[in-house]
């Protein structure tokens, strides 16, 4: 259908009210007893990075913050976890994450943000080239029957896994022999898949 032409502008400007809307929440961090708090909290966000916070961190994040529910907290930690991905994967030079910042996070946030960050930096970027480095991706799988046992009922079958990684030893095939039954191999296969696909996310979180 022949519409009008397109209105970026507007998309740009919904773009820019979700980035303000996001902003607002960082003063929530005044709330915090102490700069250790705070620290605390941006360790706890990148060492959950692929798995989210358990109800045991946010509960402590919330009683630092003086929190009553997590409706409040998320929208915070989706914040954090932002600056801290563009932070360590970004190309951002330690003398310039102050400019992550946009002019209404007010001075005392930026400069307590900015430290933080640049303190931690190298090591979460070091962390973040090890998870790269240690976490093979299931890159092809093939499976055969290759024999019946017809005491049990079940099936040998011969999966070939092919991984993918930076060390040599990630790029052979693995063959893994397993006796199964027909709804089992089943089930083990959708299985593998799902955490293939959660590798993938935590590789690229």
């Known amino acids: 259908m022949d519409g009008g032409p397109p209105q970026p502008q ?4 919904g773009d820019a009210e979700r980035a303000r809307s996001m902003w ?3 003063p929530l961090l005044v709330r915090a007893s102490s700069k250790d708090s705070v620290e605390y909290i941006l360790q706890a966000l990148w060492r959950t990075r692929a798995t989210g916070l358990d ?4 509960a402590i994040v919330r009683g630092m913050l003086q929190l009553q529910s997590d409706a409040a907290l998320d929208p915070l930690l989706v914040c954090l976890r932002m600056l801290i991905r563009r932070c360590v994967y970004g190309n951002v030079p330690r003398d310039e994450i102050q400019k992550l910042f946009p002019e209404e996070v007010t001075p005392e946030i930026q400069r307590l943000l900015t430290l933080l960050l640049q303190k931690f930096q ?7 080239h090890k998870d790269q480095v ?8 093939t499976w055969n029957m290759v024999d019946q046992n017809t005491e049990s009922g079940g099936h040998v079958a011969v999966l070939n896994l092919k991984l993918q990684g930076d060390a040599q030893s990630l790029s052979k095939d693995t063959e893994v022999k397993v006796q199964l039954t027909k709804d089992t191999l089943q089930t083990m296969l959708k299985s593998m898949f799902c955490i293939r696909d959660q590798l ?3 590789v690229s979180a």
């Open 24 to 26: 607002r929440h960082l």
């Open 10 to 13: 507007q998309d740009d400007c």
């Open 122 to 128: 190298r090591e979460w970027r070091e962390d973040a």
């Open 134 to 141: 240690s976490i093979p991706r299931l890159k092809a799988m």
């Open 55 to 58: 109800s045991a961190d946010r």
């Open 200 to 202: 993938y996310s935590a």
